[in-house]
């Protein structure tokens, strides 16, 4: 058997984090070498070895780890949320830098979810209306998703492409928020309730007829596919990389 990939997780004591540890354990061609979780000094994960850096900690540490391990040279796959095109460029132009590392950021790696997501961006065009809920475990720290937002823009610029106009919506809010964000035009609604994951339902809408897309994460193990896939192609894809439809063949 070649060699295994030396990887390390950072947030390894939360939801996501620890649920990685165990997958990366269980995968006969991936090493743990290093779980970290806050305040553990970065070097401890460059003294280990590691090639591959699992990030899910939180919005605000995500990017600071990012650039630090680019430094080092580690690769990394990115499952936090909270990135957006200033912080998304200025990894791109760090990687410039540092020629064959590769990070590769993704608001989703449950497999259903990035289909739900290609599906939407295929449907939009031919939809006056659409609308995105996402809903979640209330001890979630952010509001919209990541997958909403990455969502709500495919599905935007999938409209801009065929010349759509704006969704139509006659509508004067009497009260802050009651038709949830505005994300590149397209309504986004965040529900927070004890019992669910991680869910999210597209609803497009032309006169007499609607389509719904859904998809359910009922555990966190949906997500380890993805993020193993994602451990294993980094290496092999210098720079930077969003969404895991780029590995999927969906992009
Ligand atoms: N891309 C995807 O498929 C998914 C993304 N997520 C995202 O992953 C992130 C984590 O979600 P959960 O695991 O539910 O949260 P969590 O709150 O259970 O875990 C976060 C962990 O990160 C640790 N942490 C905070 N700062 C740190 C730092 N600087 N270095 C190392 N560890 C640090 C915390 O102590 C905690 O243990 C969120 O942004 C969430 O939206 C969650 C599920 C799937
Ligand atoms: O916090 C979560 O749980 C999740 N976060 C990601 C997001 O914000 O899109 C992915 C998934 O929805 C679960």
Request: hydrophobic residues 50%.
């Amino acid at each position: 058997m070649s060699e295994r990939i030396r990887v390390a997780v950072l947030g390894a004591a939360g939801r996501m984090g620890s649920t990685v540890v165990r997958a990366v354990q269980d995968a006969p061609d991936l090493e743990l070498v290093a779980a970290v979780d806050a305040g553990a000094d970065l070097a401890a994960v460059v003294d280990a070895g590691a090639q591959v850096a699992v990030d899910f900690t939180v919005p605000s540490a995500t990017e600071g780890n990012v650039h630090a391990l680019v430094d080092a040279g580690v690769h990394l796959v990115v499952g936090t949320t909270g990135w957006d095109d200033d912080s998304l460029a200025r990894v791109r132009d760090h990687l410039a830098d540092r020629p064959g590392v590769g990070v590769l950021v993704a608001p989703n790696f449950a497999l259903g979810a990035v289909l739900a997501m290609a599906f939407a961006a295929r449907a939009a065009r031919w939809f006056e209306s659409v609308e995105v809920i996402e809903l979640h475990h209330p001890d979630k720290v952010d509001a919209p998703s990541g997958t909403a937002r990455h969502t709500a823009s495919a599905i935007a610029a999938a409209r801009a492409a065929a010349a759509l106009g704006p969704v139509p919506d006659a509508t004067t809010q009497s009260l802050d928020g009651a038709r949830g964000a505005d994300v590149d035009g397209v309504r986004v609604h965040s529900v927070r309730l004890r019992g669910l994951v991680a869910h999210e339902e597209i609803l497009l809408g032309n006169a007499g007829e609607q389509l719904t897309i859904r998809h359910d994460s009922f555990d966190r193990v949906s997500f380890m596919p993805g993020v193993l896939l994602a451990v294993r192609q980094v290496g092999a894809r210098p720079g930077l990389t969003v969404g895991l439809e780029q590995l999927l063949d969906l992009a």
